[in-house]
């Protein structure tokens, strides 16, 4: 696709660098998301660094490069904001992540309490009960055999055991996805998804915040271990409900769309769904490997904090970098036939949950979550079959679908 590409003449002679070739691909659009495969490879083909004109700010696509800007957090920082929004010039539409949007040196103590709170020890004492639920949840849909995949098991299934395990209050649940569906759009341009989003985002907000007091946390739970530790010391009480906001943002719609990238997979793929069935145990990589495939969350942003090479292009201080985690994941540079979903393939390396200091705190409930579903599914010899629309869902950063109406039967 050389459509939407355009570059400066090429220097003949002389000790110039090359210009950062601009594109005029909107990775926010419609259309895009509609059509990802060959706007991302015309991202990737531009350069090793590309320039976004329809909002002013520099792309990695290349797994290369998006693996080393993961991995500069000192060059690439968080703490001005992961979105399009520079928050040294706008003002945050919620306060920032005590996480996310952090760097170190205050970063490495918040990341440590979460990674305590969401560690091994944690995932063995709640493995049972999620599996369990698990299975319950496909007996269900096998007595059913005709569901949407999307509402009735990759929305349905982190909805009976993640809130749960947070010790969330049974009322006002249905905050919980609605709130996330602001939090990734928020991260993208003031397009139309962002601004209705926030527009609307007053009661999900007003929801979430009081469900961050330690008097709405049952004992046990994810939420009421956080506030736990400003007992400890590690962090102050008054950083606690913040970092259980970082967990409702985070943990439930992603997983939503990784169970629905993985069962969309399944669906159409039924030679991997068959290597499934035979060999359950491949559940944990079939669920790494659909999240490289499908990568349900497409982008996040750094922002420079001094000129720095990128792939022999210099870019300057307090410029926005947008790193394509979707189309480095399928960058045929570092992966053998990326298109291709093979449940077997070594998936290490893959940028679905980031890489290096902010990778994805919460990858061993994800894991855990998406472990036992597809287990579950092979266990019981299921097979899938789409049988109706397949309806995508439109958000500046999560990629998934609306509705997947499927058969799920027997093999
Ligand atoms: C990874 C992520 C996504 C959205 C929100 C947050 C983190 C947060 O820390 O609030």
Redesign the pocket.
């Known amino acids: 696709m050389s459509a939407g590409i355009s570059s400066a003449p090429m220097q003949v002679s002389g000790s110039k660098p090359p210009s950062v070739p601009h594109v005029d691909i909107d990775p926010f659009a419609i259309d895009f998301f509609d059509d990802l495969y060959p706007a991302q490879e015309a991202l990737r083909e531009a350069g090793s660094v590309v320039y976004l004109d329809k909002w002013n700010v520099y792309g990695v696509a290349r797994y290369a490069q998006v693996h080393a800007v993961l991995n500069d957090p000192q060059t690439f920082c968080s703490s001005r904001g992961v979105g399009l929004s520079d928050f040294k010039k706008e003002k945050p539409w919620r306060p920032p992540?005590l996480?996310?949007e952090a760097d170190p040196p205050a970063h490495t103590r918040t990341r440590a309490v979460l990674s305590k709170v969401l560690s091994p020890a944690v995932m063995k004492q709640i493995r049972d009960r999620f599996a369990a639920a698990a299975e319950a949840k496909v007996d269900e849909l096998l007595r059913r055999r005709h569901i949407d995949a999307i509402a009735d098991l990759a929305e349905a299934y982190p909805l009976s055991v993640f809130p749960d395990a947070m010790g969330l209050q049974q009322e006002g649940r249905e905050h919980l996805l609605a709130y996330a569906g602001v939090?990734?759009n928020a991260f993208g341009p003031p397009n139309e998804l962002r601004q209705t989003a926030i527009e609307r985002s007053a009661p999900h907000q007003a929801y979430v915040a009081e469900q961050c007091q330690r008097k709405n946390l049952t004992p046990g739970g994810f939420g009421a271990c956080i506030h736990a530790f400003s007992d400890s010391g590690e962090i102050r009480p008054d950083e606690a409900p913040l970092l259980v906001?970082?967990l409702l943002?985070?943990g439930l719609d992603t997983t939503v769309n990784g169970l629905g990238a993985a069962v969309y997979c399944l669906a159409r793929f039924p030679d991997e769904m068959a290597r499934l069935r035979a060999n359950p145990s491949l559940a944990r990589n079939a669920f790494e490997e659909a999240v490289r495939f499908e990568s349900p969350v497409q982008t996040f942003f750094r922002t420079t904090t001094r000129e720095v090479e990128i792939g022999g292009h210099m870019i300057g201080e307090g410029e926005k970098v947008l790193m394509f985690l979707g189309a480095a994941n399928r960058d045929p540079r570092r992966w053998d036939e990326p298109d291709r979903y093979d449940i077997t393939r070594k998936t290490s390396g893959h940028v679905g949950f980031g890489s290096g200091i902010h990778m994805?705190v919460g990858q061993l409930v994800a894991r855990l979550e998406g472990e036992v579903v597809l287990a579950a599914l092979a266990r019981r010899g299921v097979a899938i079959e789409i049988d109706g629309p397949v309806k995508r869902r439109y958000n500046n950063t999560l990629r998934g679908l609306e509705s997947l109406p499927i058969t799920i039967k027997p093999a």
């Open positions: 992540s996480i996310l939090v990734f906001r970082s943002s985070a994805c």
